[in-house]
């Protein structure tokens, strides 16, 4: 799993090895060196700003404000404090951008997305307005002249090829240690939380420091660059941090590639190239570069790197890396790995005792008490909407309870955050599968271990020096029967397969006691086999909670069960007392033969009137999990027909294939002798047939009436579904 | 004197408002029903001034306060149609960054069409001078301004709660597959949706013309003021936008008052403010997708 040191440090040497050649190539399409020590500059900013963008997936619209920022500042300390100094004025506008993007980034890092974007706009808008209208001290619209480039001891900066050296140097130091932090424990979290905020809280990172630490780093390098522009024109102005320049950096960063560290830099070069070749022959070259973003945008969102590593898969095949699930290698059996043992606890893990809790009026649990104690598996069942999931989140701390204690080893936990109950050692798992699916499956593992390792904020070390987080990671990817597949991003696995990964990073988090919302919804019968094993197996040494819709196997599996119904707890036992209980065979089946007002059973006549609705091996897919299979069935006229199944059996997404939500991806949909598969759903919606949804989907502020008679003149439902 | 004084800074700040309001409305109408954050709605905005000084030179004033729009309207279709569409689905960072190439090409296209100067444009003869409304002198112009944006804004009011085209929009922000389930195709609704918004955007840009400067990068600098106002209304909210926008153009048009160089810069210090407090903007409301 670790890399060799010549392949670690390959863009250092390709970044040496470019800034060589640079001035040299400059001069041979009649450029400056002046241009060359431009090209480093601007990459130095295009790289930091990529810290945030392509690394964090803080998409900064405004990193002009510490480009302005840094280049103020040493403009600044230079005249007031030091003359004709350059050393310490540059090193010192490094400590100020510091400061004011930890106060800004605390700010705006409270917003993600679309948001954090507008807000870094907003302040590049704001420093722009007062680097242009607070004259005394910024020189408004003429700027800040006369700055000096001194000497380093004999060697004068004035000289361009002296100050292109200078330049280099400390571009080659920014992406040295660029790499280092993206190679550390800490630049790997950055990389996590990029990919799935939520799942790497849950694995106890502490997201909102390493993300201000990150946007901070971020700032200093482009504050850096502005600085080292400033010293090399002489003069800084309002431009460095107007809002077109903060998009230009973006702009070379999309274009050169932003999952790359050296992208944004061959961004920069290509802007640079683009500017002083184009504008020889026409004077809006920037209408042209827009074109070009905008196309890479849409064709090209990996950049120049993109297109470059296309280009030598088609000259060089790479060995294509078998993913079949033959190279699953089972180790049935296994014992859980001493490392992610609890240390000896004996008796009752976690005590839950008259717990309540109300939404809006609606009782939600009542009064609900249980208790799991060391080595056991504790299923709570009962029908839909009986109140288990929000007992779940009662336990984990999304809600706080109305009433009620929640003990975990003997300590009260009930009003904690899920933050901090989390790393009190009460870890769950999520109905929908929750991992990273762009990292690869040891990644989404190792970050699972390394969170409650002491370097986990070590952003200088290389994390393949870490060798006990290794053999950690390797120990638990064989426990797991997952050897083989550590390449493989989560993504790409069976929706099994993925299961596997998430329960392996719940493992992971060294749990003293794990809870496990629905952890067989969905999954083939093969699957279920496997992922009860490991639940059995796992449960040895850590007490489960499992919440379970496949009441036979949890009742196999599980030594206790707690029944709920209508938010009270209706009994705990064995699973045979359970089994035996009338009241929970009332729940379950209904209490004998309903009332039928109107029936019609089917009989020979009847299968001859007319088919309306056909299904014929009907296939559909949410990603890589296989939901309908071959699914075919008929509805005639005058029929109503039911259909029955498991939580994740597939009967929503029938409907909703049925209706055009989900696109089949092979099979016949026919309504009244028409094909209506693929259709758009409006479109099958009009030939008549009606969708009605589970739970309640209404449009709030509309009236019932106004909602119906929206739907009204669009044609009449003739088949309703529910 | 000085209570005189404030309530006159206090109209031309609704006037300034409204300005804002008319631009930024759009732009949030937009993301509301598509989900894609406009970053080329100032591109339109400059595209409705000049325009509006194209067809004024011909057809009069009058002609290009209508004409300008629609033009501007009939442009948005094609954007609706060939760039914004690919984006409903897509990771909204992808929108942001297309729509924000497209207003630099769009301010370049205006560099080459109509040169780099800017131009004045002449307020029509009728609308020059003040009145006295009770004890207080106002620009006639401004007070028309006023006017016409409480027509626009009871007209997009009602269009949205009382018209069945409404009706079908804020079905449709809240549950597209529901709407799409009761037979009603969204797009079309989208695309009058793109129209009104960029169409709004180009009356501002007509109506101001005559009391702003006219020039390529108009619309990259009231884009930042539109996005502020929206950012403080919460995005998505219609009376959030209304607030905002009166809001940020009082504090703005008092602020030019006592410190006139910080009156941009007053903007954004109240966006920040509202945020540290309401992180989601004053009637901001969690919307997964952006967050």
Known sequence: MTSTRHSRYRPLWIGAAALVVLPQAMHAIGLTTTTASTVVILAIAAMGLNLCVGYAGLVS???????????????????????????????????????????????????????????????????????????????????????????????????????????????????????????????????????NQLRATFQGYPVERYKLAVFVLSAVVTGLAGALLGFQTYLVSAEAVSVPFSGELLAMVVIGGMRNILGPAFGALFFILFRELFSIWTANWLLWFGLIFVGFVLFSPSGLVGI????????????????????????????????????????????VNAVSKHFEGIRAVVDASLTIAAGEIHALIGPNGAGKTTLFNLISGLFAPDSGTVRLLGREIQGLTPYQIFNLGLVRSFQITNLFRGLSIYENLRLSLQARHPMRFNAWRDIDSYTDVHAETAELIRYLGLDGFEQIEGGELSHGGQRLVDLGITLGCKPQVLLLDEPLAGLAAAERERVSNLVKNVAANIPVLIVEHDIDRVLGLSHRVTVMNQGEVLMTGTPDEVRADRRVQEIYTGTGTPEVVHSRRIDEREVKSTRVLRFACVNAFYGKSHILNDATLDVREGEIVALVGRNGAGKSTLLKTLIGLVPPASGTIEYEGRNIAGMPTPDIARLGLGYVPQGRQLFAGLTVRRILRSAAWRGRPTAAMA | MQFEFLLEQVVNGLVLGGYYLLIALGLSLIFSVGGVINLAHGAFYALGAYISIEIGKYLGFGAAVVLSPVAVALLGILFERFLLRRFYAADPILSLLVTFGLAMIVEQLIRILWGAAPRAVNMPAAFKGSVFVGDFLFSRYRLLLLAVVVVVLVSIWLLLHKASFGRVIRAGIQKPDMVAALGIRLQPYMTAIVMLGVGMAALAGTLFAPITIVHPAMGAEVITVAFVVVVIGGLGSFWGVVISALLVGVVRGITINFIPAAGEASMYILMFLVLLFRPRGLLGERIEKFE
């Not at chain 1, 954090?116 to 619209?141: H, I, K, M, N, P």
């Not at chain 1, 470059?308 to 060995?319: C, D, G, I």
């Not at chain 1, 059996?333 to 009752?348: E, I, T, V």
């Open chain 1, 308 to 351: 470059w590593a296309q280009l030598r898969r088609r000259w060089r095949a790479v060995p294509e890396q078998a993913a079949a699930m033959s190279k699953r290698e089972s180790h049935e059996n296994l014992a859980l790995p001493a490392l992610l043992r609890p240390h000896g606890k004996q008796g009752n893990i976690l005590e």
């Open chain 1, 61 to 195: 619209f405004g990193h002009g404000t510490w480009f302005g920022i840094g280049a103020y500042a040493a403009a600044l300390i230079q005249r007031y404090w030091f003359g004709d100094e350059i050393a310490l004025p540059i090193v010192l506008s490094m400590v100020v951008v510091t400061g004011l993007s930890t106060v800004a980034g605390v700010l705006i890092l409270r917003r993600r997305g679309v948001y954090f974007s507008l807000l870094t706009l907003a302040l590049a808008a704001l420093t722009y307005t007062v680097a242009f209208r607070w004259t005394d001290v910024t020189g408004g619209e003429n700027g800040l002249g006369d700055l000096k480039r001194g000497s380093i001891g004999p060697i004068d900066l004035d000289n361009p090829l002296a100050y292109y050296i200078l330049v280099a140097l400390i571009g080659l130091g920014v992406l040295y240690v660029l790499l280092r932090v993206l190679r550390s424990p800490f630049g790997h979290v950055v990389v996590a939380i990029r990919e």
